[in-house]
């Protein structure tokens, strides 16, 4: 996973269309993806796809990156980790079964 500042080095040439994301939701994202910590209630209805939840959990910063939420996560997040809340269940079940939680 990429960290906040190695995301912000070519993020303008990359997605000049895009608001950058929040460190938090970078932060919150990375945890959950690499020790399945959950996140709060926005990012994790941003992992499961759920924009109308999503949406709705934003404060007034992340609702504007809500697309960039989901670059990062097509481009730098496994797919086995996100994308519908049962993949979210899933996941966390793996990486208890593995002791990682």
Known sequence: ?????????????????????????????????????MPGSFITSVLASDLKNAVYNADNENINTLPALIAYLRWNVPAICWGSYDKIDSYRDRMEAMGEL
């Open 1 to 37: 996973m990429k960290t906040y500042e190695e995301l912000m080095i070519n993020w303008h040439q990359k997605y000049p269309h895009l608001r950058p994301p929040t460190r938090y939701a970078i932060e919150a994202i990375n945890r959950y993806a690499e020790h399945g910590l």
